[in-house]
């Protein structure tokens, strides 16, 4: 082995007097030896007396044999990039002074020990692994190796290197169809790790093979097919120019790109070959596949010997199940190493099912374990950070154990004994059976649970689905096969593998045909599945057409009410047929047929659910046009001319009669016409308000009978169904409807709009009476808190007390008092006490000390300090009834919350510290009854803790959407949210957010480190200088251009610092860019503002950011006396932390996935919004005149005229305008243009740092 060797010359040099000790064994245990090398480097690269020399040699010897592209011995390329990672990990810990994680400390423990005795400062090194090599190089030999965080890594290290700055550098638009090599080495290391959406950022040129990586990796199979197309026929015009490629090669020499050996000459003119066999398999065209195969062995003999290429040909042998296909085995000898991948497992696969289809144990055995042998030796040796491969190589090992569980189901086992893993072939030969249902739910079983497992990541799910169908054929149950397909065709559609989706049809239908059962209940499925597979392909009218024959031949009742909603909704989309159509024919039909064949099984409820669903969608959708085309400008101008024409027949009546008999001919004619007239219009006037009227009825019975079956919908239903109660409440028809869904509906489903619902009660305008609005709102909270007391009744006490504001906040008007709600909420308090008297009681309690620890007054010099808090809110102990005010537990839709359920108060801690700020909040420690102790945050003063609780609320309801969509969870985007409870309007407590600190604090620290600026600028102001600088200076703009010029961005080193594994480092990159994505835009749509570097923090452990302080919303930045303009954070700090792809790639795919997801779910994101409306926050009061009312006691007579006025009825006006600014922005209006979700995340992302800029050179604070 040549590490023992080396490693003991290396040992030779050092001083460490146990490194010398082990000398002699290094010679023996190779083991020991590899475990040796990073520790050696470490230690000569530490040492101050060490030879130039050495260095020199090592860096030399190191590029000559290792780090070289000849180099194929993927062990030694390891076993050298851990010894450099840990010269890189010595460099960032002394530069940054920080102690790692336990979790990361395990990794780097061989630094830990000796860090102390090193002389020499790792400042001193060129590069940051102490040896002369270039980035590009050691990031070349990652990718060989399958190490591709470490490539990424160190291209970034070139990048900043070679750039001076965190960038790609300019996109390159030269004619030379080869990506640069820094480009092309991070394409194919985030295809490695099958990060599509870095690869977006990373590939901005027009170049075919950049184009082709992206439709290659992002699965657009057409489009890669015809651009491998142009690279073949490039290549071979090339070739036939002899003067061409001699030119050709001139061109890439100047550009700076190193030649190509002969023989990586000819394997990257083979790779558009190999694309385009790749393409067609993808796309289906297993017979165009087939010959052009054949034709392109004939032609090109050396594709013979190719292992690539002969790999792809046995796959598409066993996919299309040709048998006879056989080429001369290739690679068997070529390698004389064993740490050299080498991957045969299609041709052994191919021999595999051939063998099984012919019983053919011998074979089978032979390459089944064969097969085996090879996956797990490769990926014993694969690279931990080669993600995909190691992913890829787990399916192949589930493909080949299915091969071994089909043996016995396709052979008698009576003429074969298993032995180990393999069959051992008796004298007689094999008979095949027919398989049993029994011995094919072995296989489902698996099936299903990689089903589960893999159906976001169809790259690779696909192949054992090909598998599955090859080996159903094989095993020869038609019945399995058909419904193997069937359900194969709908993953392949959801997973947008529409031409394999198709193929996969196509054989179902032949199947169903040649075992007659086109009346089976599969085959109506497949059909309508094939109508479905029609709409996602853009042939709508087909599409339609299709499930229309369906509907009409298809005589299961059950599945009949699927396909006749399925065309309801479809034409309900495109408009195609009128609304009573619609509504009798399909949707209706389609309930009618779920409620007649309704049961208790889980398909049932959910046909049942869906049903019912469609049919309210879309009789609300019917409802809300005929109100907005009632409530327009248009239909009111028809009223006004319906009441002229009314007159006009009433003076035309009055000078009929005191005409005489001969004179009242042409009135009467003109009477006459005017009256038919006035009857066609106010016919039509009384049929639209009526069909109004039936669609509002219709809606709420579906979405109440929604709720009431299934659990599928109850986000988007009970938003909705909310929002007309309390947007219709004067209508009997809707209070009555509510009566109703209150008694049906259990109350749990309501829970998550408490506040809102809540918010509504006392409201003076509404009736009273025991069918009023407001008696069945109450009725629906009365439920709420009676079955869920744990979360319904803070909110009333924060209610009940509304009016307990301090003096010197009241007189400033801050809040005003809604003495409504307050009676309402305190005489609901006061029924719920026969039902839950102590869990009420302990409640006040608790509430009570928690508002006195919020108002407890502190002196300034408490600042940051521990103060001991009176006796009286230490004494309260033991409230067993009540829980931790910031511990979650989940609603129980049983409504049973027994003893441990959840932890209950102990107390809290004997001191509080003082944090610093105008209203000096108090972090205290609450215990729990399960030991934890929970840190809190008490706050009190002029900010008004309900918004920031409404915001989390919001926040958690974007959660919940982003978590129900297919492409936002795959990518685990979040909003970070955190508890808030208000007690009053001016006080409340908030979750203390454990393991985060805020950017500020690591960007610029304190005043003696300067934090991350102060450790990495070298040469760079201080942020104490730069403030000076723009506060002295007049060209503000000049001045903070300057500034940018002398404080460059550092963020990117705290991804360096705190995660020091390469794979850490970027998982925990990528979850911070993603974290910001998804806080940025979200913030956007509410006009979140005041977002300086201390509102934001961020994670230690996960690197996600969280977004504090949410007093300034709503675009109320706008009103400040300098304007915050900016729509979210996006200064250079935060783009640096997202590496060399900035804002594209990650950040702005994440941006789009966010904002596709809000605007589909507006409706019920308004809702929460609406509840400023009707519970107005700081700054928001009343109207004017109302508040003027209130405050100058205004006579009776002044009071009626107020509430008659519209003023009354519009609600808080701040509040509606900065409603109607959300409700713009969802619906995707911009600068007063309707944009795409494209146009409308480009614009912010566009305009932010811009506008960072503007903002920052007029505030005189400079914000980093």
């Not at 099958?194 to 093979?209: A, F, P, R, V, Y």
């Not at 169908?469 to 947008?496: A, P, Q, W, Y």
């Not at 439920?783 to 909110?795: L, W």
């Not at 620290?1005 to 300067?1010: D, P, R």
Request: proline share 3%; net charge neutral; with cysteine.
């Amino acid at each position: 082995m040549w590490i023992c060797p080396l490693v003991y010359s290396l040992i030779g040099y050092s001083c460490d007097v146990i490194l010398r000790l082990c000398q002699d064994i290094v010679l023996i245990k190779a083991e020991v030896a590899e475990l040796l090398l990073p520790r050696i480097i470490v230690d000569l690269a530490r040492r101050k007396d060490i030879e130039v020399d050495i260095q020199r040699l090592i860096s030399l010897q190191v590029q000559k044999h290792i780090l070289t592209e000849s180099n194929r011995l993927i062990k030694s390329i390891q076993v050298l990039l851990n010894a450099l990672n840990e010269l890189r990990i010595s460099n960032v810990m002394e530069r940054s002074s920080l102690v790692p994680s336990k979790r990361e400390s395990s990794k780097v423990r061989v630094l830990g020990d000796s860090s102390s005795t090193m002389a020499m400062s790792t400042s001193s090194w060129d590069k940051v692994y102490w040896l002369t090599i270039d980035y590009l190089v050691v990031a070349k030999s990652a990718v060989i190796c399958g190490s591709y965080f470490t490539a990424a890594m160190y291209v970034e290290y070139w990048c900043e290197e070679h750039f001076n700055g965190l960038t790609l550098g300019s996109p390159d638009f030269s004619p030379l169809e080869v990506l640069p090599d820094h480009v092309d080495i991070l394409v194919s290391a985030v295809t490695g790790i099958n990060e599509s959406d870095s690869l977006n950022g990373i590939i901005q040129s027009h170049k075919l093979t950049s184009q082709v990586v992206t439709f290659e990796h992002e699965g657009n199979w057409d489009k890669a097919l015809e651009y491998y197309d142009l690279q073949v026929r490039s290549s071979t015009m090339v070739q036939m120019d002899g003067s061409s490629r001699t030119l050709l090669a001139k061109h890439v020499q100047c550009a700076g790109h190193p030649s190509l050996s002969a023989s990586e000459d000819e394997m990257r003119q083979r790779n558009p070959y190999k694309g385009l066999v790749r393409s067609l398999q993808q796309i289906g065209c297993t017979h165009v596949l087939d010959v052009y195969c054949q034709g392109l062995t004939s032609r090109k003999g050396e594709f013979q010997q190719d292992l690539e290429f002969t790999e792809l040909q046995y796959e598409a042998a066993w996919r299309a199940g040709n048998w006879d296909f056989s080429l001369p085995s290739v690679g068997a000898n070529s390698h004389s190493h064993r740490d050299v991948k080498k991957d045969l497992f299609n041709e052994n696969l191919h021999s595999c099912l051939w063998a099984l289809q012919e019983g053919d144990s011998d074979e089978f055995c032979k390459k089944l374990e064969s097969s085996k042998e090879e996956l797990v030796w490769s990926i014993s040796f694969a690279s931990e950070e080669s993600t995909e491969y190691i992913y890829s190589t787990i399916i192949k090992l589930q493909i080949l154990n299915h091969l071994g569980i089909a043996w016995p189901i396709r052979w008698k086992k009576s003429y074969f004994e298993k032995r180990g893993s393999c069959f051992e072939k008796q004298k007689s030969f094999p008979e095949p059976v027919m398989p049993t249902m029994e011995q094919l739910s072995w296989l489902n079983m698996d099936w299903s649970c990689i089903l589960e497992q893999t159906q976001l990541h169809m790259k690779l799910l696909e192949p054992f689905i090909a598998f599955r169908r090859v080996l159903l054929e094989i095993l020869g149950c038609d019945e399995c096969r058909i419904e193997d397909l069937l359900r194969s065709t709908s993953t392949l559609r959801k997973g947008s593998r529409f031409s394999q989706a198709a193929a996969a049809l196509h054989e179902f239908k032949f199947l169903c045909v040649g075992s007659l059962k086109q009346n089976s209940s599969s085959y109506w499925h497949g059909r309508l599945e094939e109508a479905k597979l029609l709409r996602v392909q853009g042939q709508h009218e087909m599409a339609i057409s299709l499930a229309t024959y369906i509907s009409q031949n298809c005589h299961s009742n059950e599945d009949s009410s699927d396909v006749y909603r399925v065309v309801g909704k479809w034409l309900a989309e495109t408009s195609t047929s009128n609304s009573r159509t619609i509504l009798d024919k399909y949707l209706k039909h389609a309930v009618s047929l779920a409620e007649d064949h309704k049961t208790t099984d889980k398909k049932s409820i959910e046909r049942q659910s869906q049903s019912h669903f469609q049919l309210a969608h879309y009789a609300d959708a019917l409802f809300r046009s005929h109100e907005e085309r009632l409530n327009s400008g248009e239909w009111q101008a028809a009223r006004r001319l319906r009441k002229h024409k009314k007159f006009e027949l009433e003076a035309l009546f009055r000078r009929l009669r005191s005409l005489k008999k001969g004179e009242n001919a042409d009135y009467a004619v003109k009477i006459q016409e005017v009256q038919r007239q006035l009857a066609m219009d106010n016919e039509e006037a009384e049929k639209l308000q009526d069909d109004r009227d039936n669609f509002l009825c219709l809606a709420l019975d579906g979405y109440k009978r929604c709720l009431v079956i299934g659990e599928k919908y109850d986000v988007r239903v009970v938003f909705r169904l909310i929002s007309l109660w309390f947007s219709l409440s004067s209508r009997t028809n809707v209070v009555n409807n509510m009566r109703n869904t209150i008694t049906e509906v259990k109350s749990y489903k309501f829970v998550p709009l408490i506040y809102q619902i809540a918010s509504r009660m006392g409201s003076t305008r509404d009736s009273i009476g025991p069918h009023s609005f407001q008696c069945a709102l109450v009725s629906l909270v009365k439920k709420m808190a009676i079955d869920h007391p744990y979360h319904s009744i803070f909110q009333l006490l924060a209610l009940a007390n509304g009016d307990r504001i301090k003096d010197k906040q009241r007189n400033r008007n801050s809040f005003v008092v809604d003495m409504d709600k307050i009676v309402a909420a305190k005489n609901l308090l006061e029924e719920l006490s026969s039902y839950h008297g102590d869990i009420i009681r302990q409640m006040r309690q608790m509430v009570e000390i928690y508002i006195k620890l919020a108002e407890l007054e502190t002196r300034r010099e408490d600042t940051n300090k521990k103060v001991t808090l009176p006796r009286e809110i230490r004494a309260v102990r033991r409230l067993e009834f009540v829980p931790v005010i910031t511990a979650s537990f989940p609603v129980d839709r049983d409504c049973y919350y027994p003893e441990g359920s959840f932890p209950y108060f102990s107390g809290l801690a004997d001191s509080v510290t003082v944090m610093n700020g105008i209203n000096a909040p108090k972090v205290v420690e609450c215990m729990g009854s399960d030991g934890q102790k929970y840190r809190q945050l008490a706050k009190s003063g002029n900010d008004d803790l309900r918004q920031d609780a409404v915001m989390e609320q919001f926040f958690g309801l974007v959660n919940t959407f982003l978590r129900n969509n297919r492409d936002t969870w795959k990518r685990r985007l979040v909003v970070r949210t955190y508890k808030v409870v208000p007690f009053t309007p001016s006080a409340g407590v908030l979750e203390w957010v454990n393991g985060t600190f805020p950017l500020g604090e690591y960007l610029i620290g304190s005043m003696k480190n300067g934090g991350a600026h102060g450790r990495y600028g070298m040469g760079d102001w201080s942020s104490v200088k730069c403030r000076m600088h723009m506060s002295n200076e007049k060209d503000k703009r000049g001045a903070f251009q300057e500034v940018c010029e002398n404080f460059r961005p550092v963020m990117h080193h705290f991804f360096l610092e705190r995660f020091l594994q390469p794979a850490n480092w970027f998982e925990k990159r990528l979850a911070y860019t993603r974290s910001v994505a998804t806080s940025s835009m979200v913030g956007y749509i509410v006009g979140l503002g005041d977002r300086h570097s201390m509102n934001i923090l961020i994670d230690e452990a996960t690197a996600e950011v969280v977004h504090i302080d949410l007093g300034v919303a709503f675009e109320q930045g706008l009103m400040l006396k300098t304007p915050e303009r900016v729509p979210f954070r996006l200064t250079r700090d935060i783009i640096d932390g997202m590496g060399v792809t900035g804002v594209e790639g990650v950040f702005r795919r994440c941006c789009e996935e966010t904002l596709s997801v809000i605007r589909t779910n507006k409706e019920a994101l308004l809702t929460i919004v609406e509840v400023f409306i009707h519970d107005p926050l700081y700054k928001w009061a009343l109207s004017p005149l109302k508040a003027l009312q209130r405050q100058k006691e205004m006579d009776d007579d002044m009071d009626a005229s107020l509430e008659d006025s519209d003023d009354e009825y519009e609600g808080n006006k701040d509040a509606a305008r900065a409603l109607m600014r959300v409700k713009q922005k969802l619906d995707g209006y911009e600068e007063g243009e309707l944009r795409s979700v494209h146009g409308q995340v480009n614009y912010p992302v566009s305009i932010a740092p811009i506008l960072h800029v503007n903002w920052n050179s007029s505030f005189p604070i400079f914000h980093w």
